[in-house]
């Protein structure tokens, strides 16, 4: 669909179309040159470089598309204006506690990633949480000796001993109790090995928290001890006479939690706990939150599932001050706060570009001229009733619609031809862009226009794969933002949705966050010749990349990590070259060297057949090597 902009157009107003402004939170805009900018805080400085200039650096370095970015930079950040926004919160309440987050390794595992969380947050005693035997050893081999490390998960006698041996080795390890079965062999193995671990317990928090993973909290949340249950596991404890091993209280209400009214409810309950299991005579100092820490995907700042109504300083803010209302009054004193917001540490420090390879057009056609063959009349009075300002653009839009479907009976019963059913396809496209063109100028977004958007955009084909780079897309209909990354001096022509290279009907996006909420369709430029077109999808550094699949056998893309200069130039600190198709066939069992024993099996007996002769066999070797070793996505 070919969109209507009033001219002059600005990257101001690219900036208000997309929002960037409010979901890019300072860390992403748009400058004077109308290129997408990544903006970084250097000693008080804001730096900016272009995206495209990134891009440009990449590709000299032997890069291509699609690739993932991750920006040391606003890692570091991230991690700092957690912790400081926490410490201004408990100075100003005169809370007694500390601050110490951990980072939970699930939400991405990859290992500069969590290299990098560890040296930028030292400085602030940032932990890791490991809720399995592979990330516990990670997790240690990172961790200097003293590091927090919460273990969470079912944990088996393996995972017990190595948590109890890496206390020994001086690591502030905190088991906590999933469920009451565990406790018996940690005791056990605690006696055998003459080692004293710290003990958490998670409880479930009956308030029920909104957002998309709201079954994490309440009485039928898969994790945690009901209250009956922690009475059982605090008699045991008193029984082996071991209550003062427990030092921590764990609950968590759910992930990306929008509403912070909901929060504060979840937040007293879990206090009042901690309350009674210091009454216990438990020598509790910890209390820890999980994650819930929401990062606002829209920027609206609602409640809406992949926003949130509040800002860090809000949050950090009605934690402290719950806590201390909560306690004061009991004479309870303060322990240490813990949180593992993984989502709004690492969600906006890696973004994916990838290039668009093909457009499929949805233009209104020109007016078939005479044939011999005439075109239906089904669409001729909803045709003429476009040039009238009077009609009603719902009631043409509906007519058209059922006049089109007609023609498609028709062709299915033989009373129309194939060059009919295409004139009168046509006729539909001129009504229907007509209708949309009037639409567009006015003032309001309208029911029919938005119908006319879904049915009118462009599929522009992008080089990346859905289910490997953005699965939770796909999965639970997650929303990013997503825009082009250059080209913002000059107005987006049409609406379009995007596809991506997997022979598959899921492996598309179709919702899309614009600067006055969500819509169906994205607004982008038309293609030039000679000239590739970038998309970014940006807030993405949570889960996806460890959780994405091999669909139609698309692998990992490349990876660059990049740290921003004082001067807006930038190092290349770390790259990965994506997979290979050969690396990828051999995750599905595919042996590479038999598979090119085949192939050059077979290309022999083509010379011996006749098929081929031995320079063709050879030219034909080379280039079935060259693509077995080569980029699994498209190369232009």
Excluded at 61 to 87: K, Q, S, V, Y
Excluded at 231 to 259: A, E, N, Y
Excluded at 284 to 310: E, P, W
């Amino acid at each position: 669909m070919t969109l209507r902009r009033t001219p002059p157009w600005s990257p101001s107003k690219s900036a208000e179309l997309y929002g960037i402004r409010r979901w890019g939170r300072g860390h992403f805009d748009i400058d004077a040159q109308g290129d997408v900018v990544v903006k970084a805080d250097i000693d008080g400085n804001s730096v900016a470089v272009s995206l495209p200039d990134i891009i440009d650096g990449l590709k000299q370095r032997g890069h291509a598309m699609p690739l993932l970015l991750r920006i040391e930079n606003l890692l570091d950040e991230r991690i700092a204006l957690i912790n400081e926004t926490f410490r201004t919160a408990i100075g100003q309440a005169n809370y007694g506690g500390e601050y110490r987050g951990v980072f939970p390794v699930k939400v991405n595992q990859q290992r500069q990633v969590v290299e990098e969380i560890v040296q930028f947050g030292q400085r602030y005693g940032l932990g890791l949480e490991a809720g399995s035997k592979a990330e516990l050893v990670l997790a240690l081999s990172l961790l200097p000796e003293n590091g927090q490390l919460v273990l969470n998960g079912y944990k088996d006698r393996e995972f017990i001993d190595l948590g109890l041996w890496a206390t020994k080795l001086g690591y502030r390890c905190f088991f906590v109790i999933e469920s009451p079965a565990e406790l018996p062999l940690l005791l056990q193995r605690s006696a055998e090995l003459n080692i004293i671990p710290q003990l958490g317990v998670r409880v479930k928090i009956s308030a029920r928290v909104g957002g998309l993973w709201t079954e994490t909290s309440g009485d039928r949340s898969s994790f945690g001890l009901s209250t009956p249950q922690l009475i059982t596991v605090i008699d045991q404890l008193k029984q082996q006479q071991k209550l003062s091993w427990l030092r921590m209280l764990h609950c968590h209400f759910g992930s990306q939690l929008p509403d912070l009214e909901q929060i504060k409810t979840a937040i007293q309950e879990a206090a009042c706990i901690y309350a009674g299991l210091v009454s216990e005579g438990a020598p509790m100092d910890h209390i820890d939150f999980g994650g819930g820490l929401a990062v606002d995907y829209t920027g609206a700042q609602t409640n809406h599932v992949h926003s949130r109504n509040y800002t860090l300083d809000d949050y950090c803010t009605t934690l402290v001050t719950t806590l201390k209302g909560t306690f004061d009054p009991l004479g309870v004193a303060h322990p240490h706060i813990v949180t593992e917001s993984g989502r709004a540490t690492v969600a906006h420090t890696s973004l994916l570009l990838f290039n668009i390879l093909n457009v499929m057009p949805f233009e209104p056609q020109p007016q078939p001229t005479a044939s011999e063959d005439p075109p239906p009349e089904l669409l001729a009075e909803p045709q003429q009733d476009t040039t009238r300002s009077e009609a009603d653009a719902a009631d043409i839009y509906q007519r058209s619609l059922s006049s089109r479907d007609k023609i498609r009976q028709d062709f299915r019963d033989g009373r129309v031809s194939l060059r009919q059913r295409a004139q009168g396809e046509d006729l539909f496209l001129h009504v229907a862009g007509s209708l949309a063109a009037q639409l567009t100028d006015q003032s309001q977004e309208s029911t029919t226009l938005a119908a006319l958007r879904r049915q009118l955009a462009h599929i522009y084909y992008g080089n990346f794969s859905v289910f490997q780079s953005l699965p939770d897309s796909w999965a639970i209909d997650q929303l990013f933002p997503i825009m082009p990354i250059h080209r913002h001096c000059h107005p987006p022509e049409h609406d379009a949705i995007i596809s991506d290279l997997t022979c598959d009907c899921d492996g598309k996006l179709d919702r899309f966050i614009l600067g006055n909420g969500e819509s169906d369709t994205l607004p982008v430029h038309p293609l030039k010749e000679g000239e590739e077109y970038l998309i970014g999808v940006f807030l993405m550094g949570a889960y996806q990349e460890t959780m994405g699949d091999l669909h139609n056998l698309l692998g990992d893309t490349h990876v660059a990590s990049i740290r921003i200069n004082s001067d807006g130039s930038f190092d290349l600190v770390k790259e990965i070259s994506g997979d290979c198709i050969a690396e990828v066939l051999s995750y599905v069992e595919y042996r590479p060297e038999a598979l090119l024993d085949r192939i050059r099996q077979r290309a022999e007996l083509g010379v011996r057949n006749g098929q081929l002769t031995i320079g063709e066999r050879q030219q034909f070797l080379d280039q079935f090597t060259r693509t077995f070793r080569g980029y699994t996505y498209f190369r232009t």
